[in-house]
């Protein structure tokens, strides 16, 4: 079993900082991509930021700048630093994780359970 846990989260003025975290724990064998993706109420979830084992990074242009993604391979985490935050950065924000579980051929995969960003004006 795989489990993912998201902190972080919470109300924040416009133009404030939050620092989101989500930890893999479990059977894990290999992890590959780490990443971020946020969902407000009536959109679709969209990418936020996305690191590979190895390569660059991906943000999403409405972030580029302000959001930063770090990973640390030893603990099994990916943060979001969130910077010069905007009304629009609300939203539901989940991790997602590439895991390659024990006695597992290919990495499926995992999802966070969600943490909420709202950043007042």
């Known amino acids: 079993q795989v489990q993912l846990v998201e902190s972080g989260g919470g109300l924040v003025q416009s133009g404030g900082s939050l620092r989101l975290s989500c930890a893999a724990s479990g059977r894990i064998f290999s992890i590959g991509a780490m990443g971020w993706y946020r969902q407000a109420p009536g959109k679709q979830r969209e990418l936020v930021a996305r690191?590979?084992?190895?390569?660059?990074?991906n943000y999403a242009n409405s972030v580029k700048g302000r959001f930063t993604i770090s990973r640390d391979n030893a603990k099994n985490t990916v943060f979001l630093q969130m910077n010069s935050l905007k009304p629009e950065d609300t939203a539901l924000y989940y991790c997602n994780v590439e895991i390659m579980q024990y006695g597992g051929f290919r990495y499926e995969d995992y999802w966070g359970q969600g943490t909420q960003v709202t950043v007042s004006s």
């Open positions: 690191i590979p084992r190895g390569g660059s990074v």
